[in-house]
T-cell receptor
Framework: DSGVTQTPKHLITATGQRVTLRCSPRSGDLSVYWYQQSLDQGLQFLIQYYNGEERAKGNILERFSAQQFPDLHSELNLSSLELGDSALYFC?????????????FGPGTRLTVT | AQTVTQSQPEMSVQEAETVTLSCTYDTSESDYYLFWYKQPPSRQMILVIRQEAYKQQNATENRFSVNFQKAAKSFSLKISDSQLGDAAMYFCAYRDTGANSKLTFGKGITLSVRP
């Protein structure tokens, strides 16, 4: 158990809908990362937050957004869902931005868009 | 931009034997981190081993060791005394040392272990 929690574990929804994925980082970790794992794109970085502020963006679609709240949990919002958004979404956390730190991954949320 | 390449999509090894998984990467940075992650059927991402680029000594973790060739930008994982539980997908990953330090992953390699 990495200490990172993600809810829900599975999510099935229809095209055009909107969903919210939730992540609670390890206790004490200030940085949260979101990654998407799909058959087409592999594992790719979406976005990073540190202590409530967005710090880096990757290949995140405009239909997707995220935020990190004062209690440091993070949510990833996916809207106008398409079939191609079906993927495993991972959250990872780390205690700091720079230096010799690890990113600890949560169990992931499997999103299926039908 | 940094890239990570794992050219072998699948490999197989006999239980108790040794297997080496290959990875190459491209970066213009001189200092960075390299990782191998294991993803078993449960889909959990598990860190296997890490290497700091400034360290010449290859990292080892029990049965897992790496061959880090900085000039060649090569980072292979050797699994000794392979066990059935080693069967999984393995991802090579790169990370800068800077503040916005996302992980860049290769496409992964599926390792099967024959009993």
């Amino acid at each position: 158990d990495s200490g990172v929690t993600q809810t829900p574990k599975h999510l099935i929804t229809a095209t055009g809908q909107r969903v919210t994925l939730r992540c609670s980082p390890r206790s004490g970790d200030l940085s949260v990362y979101w990654y998407q794992q799909s058959l087409d794109q592999g594992l790719q970085f979406l976005i990073q937050y540190y202590n409530g502020e967005e710090r880096a963006k990757g290949n995140i679609l405009e239909r997707f957004s995220a935020q990190q709240f004062p209690d440091l949990h993070s949510e990833l919002n996916l809207s106008s869902l398409e079939l191609g958004d079906s993927a495993l979404y991972f959250c990872a956390s780390s205690e700091s931005l720079a230096g010799s730190y690890e990113q600890y991954f949560g169990p992931g949320t499997r999103l299926t868009v039908t | 931009a940094q890239t990570v390449t794992q050219s072998q999509p699948e490999m197989s090894v006999q239980e108790a034997e040794t297997v080496t998984l290959s990875c190459t990467y491209d970066t213009s940075e001189s200092d960075y981190y390299l990782f191998w992650y294991k993803q078993p059927p449960s889909r959990q991402m598990i860190l296997v081993i890490r290497q700091e680029a400034y360290k010449q000594q290859n990292a080892t973790e029990n049965r897992f060791s790496v061959n880090f060739q900085k000039a060649a930008k090569s980072f292979s994982l050797k699994i000794s005394d392979s066990q059935l539980g080693d069967a999984a997908m393995y991802f090579c990953a790169y990370r800068d040392t800077g503040a916005n330090s996302k992980l860049t992953f290769g496409k992964g390699i599926t390792l099967s272990v024959r009993p």
